[in-house]
């Protein structure tokens, strides 16, 4: 048996997420059933870690174990015939026996999507905001505040975490036409927690809109007693750009 590492993309809009759900369809669900029936066998993949459901990704890795396969490529495009049109397996390599798609991740690094003018009707895999008022330089001033390590407790509903829900944010990246009211905003880190991106957007978004104050946001960042804020924004806009390997 040889052990094999995947990139898969896909429009997460259809699913309930990437792992699988005995009731719902999922991203693992179709994968596992499409490589069952191209390898004869039933195979069983580990994601590097889940997406909340309507989350899209471009870069999600997955591993597997399975016969040898002499060619790759081939492989790969019998697979993305079997699977549906919104998910591609974009490569299939094969990766030392002790690889594990989750446990062998350095890091991860996503993207939020959104419009924050007039809603756009051709603004497609963005969430729109349609705030009138919205500041992108308090937006982006508050998104600052989460660069280097911090704890964030207060920014998952993650009940207990081995790390002490300490984690460090590489500097942020953004992209935005402030005449058309488009933003990318791009996170790279050692590890995100349960809703963590969703949240720390969110938080932003209350800034950007004058419903918060960057010192709040600051006293968050700094927590002497655990207050999980409960607003997180919406899933659309978010996707799985690339999970960080050694």
Known sequence: MSNYCGVVSYLGTAYKGFERQKDYPTIQGKLESALSRLCGDNIQIHGAGRTDAGVHARGQTFSFHNKTISDLGGFVYALNRLLPGDIAVKSLREVPESFDARHSAKGKI??????????????????QLEWPHFSFEAFMACMRLYEGT????????????????????????????SKGGHMVVRLQGNGFMTYMVRILVGVAFKVAMGKMSLKEVSDLLSPSTRKIVSFKAPAEGLCLEEVVYE
């Open 110 to 127: 996503y993207s939020y999507r959104f419009h924050y003018g007039p809603r756009d009707p051709l603004a497609l895999e963005e969430f």
């Open 150 to 177: 911090h704890n964030f407790m207060d920014f998952t509903p993650k009940a207990e975490d081995k790390d002490s829900f300490v984690r460090t944010l590489e500097p942020i990246v953004f992209s935005y036409d």
